[in-house]
């Protein structure tokens, strides 16, 4: 057991004159202003740099069967493999309307050939895809998409892991102007 005892609380003087409520309103905001700033800044870049993507299609195209994405706007550096966010334009109607963030896996870079025909699409002689299973639905014989090309120097040939997914297969490149970063698939 200690011997001490409990100390009294500290007392006002009473001939001290107390500060008034607008002096401490004017305390509080100084202390709180610094962090209130902070906060707001740091707000404000990561809403700058990260957004959310969500997939709600039935048949999920990216492995993972992931729904939830963070996408880095700043980070502009893909890799072979990596998924990634872009903006769709008019090729990509009718099942993505021109603005829609959509996000995929970089197959094919700048420089690498690319064959499709309709069993398979190879990205330099590796498959990466199977099939124009949607060639039919888009009205249009899947002869119409077969082909071979070089990926350009400021774009990127995209696809998903599913034979259905709407990809580079039917509409070609995603040019750098469209790409919005990195994404990266979120565990719930």
């Not at 006002?12 to 905001?29: D, G, H, I, W, Y």
């Amino acid at each position: 057991m200690s011997d001490r005892s409990p100390k009294a609380p500290v007392m006002a003087q009473s001939n001290a004159k107390r500060p008034s409520m607008a002096t401490e309103r004017v305390r509080f905001l100084l202390k709180a202003l610094p962090v209130l700033v902070a906060t707001l800044a740091l707000g404000a870049y990561l809403g700058n740099r990260f957004h959310l993507g969500i997939d709600d299609q039935k048949e999920l195209c990216l492995p993972g069967n992931h729904r939830w994405y963070l996408i880095d706007r700043h980070d502009q550096n893909v890799w072979r493999g990596d998924l990634v966010a872009f903006s769709a334009d008019s090729r990509m109607a009718p099942w993505f309307p021109p603005g829609r963030v959509i996000v995929k896996i970089a197959t094919g870079m700048p420089g690498d050939r690319v064959q499709v025909n309709e069993q398979q699409t190879l990205v330099n002689v590796k498959p990466v895809s199977e099939g124009l299973a949607l060639a039919g639905k888009l009205g249009k014989p899947a002869s119409e998409f077969i082909r071979e090309a070089t990926v350009p120097g400021s774009a990127l040939w995209v696809t998903g892991t599913h034979p259905r997914s709407f990809d580079s297969r039917y509409w070609g490149f995603v040019y750098e102007q469209q790409i919005i970063g990195r994404a990266y698939a979120l565990p719930f």
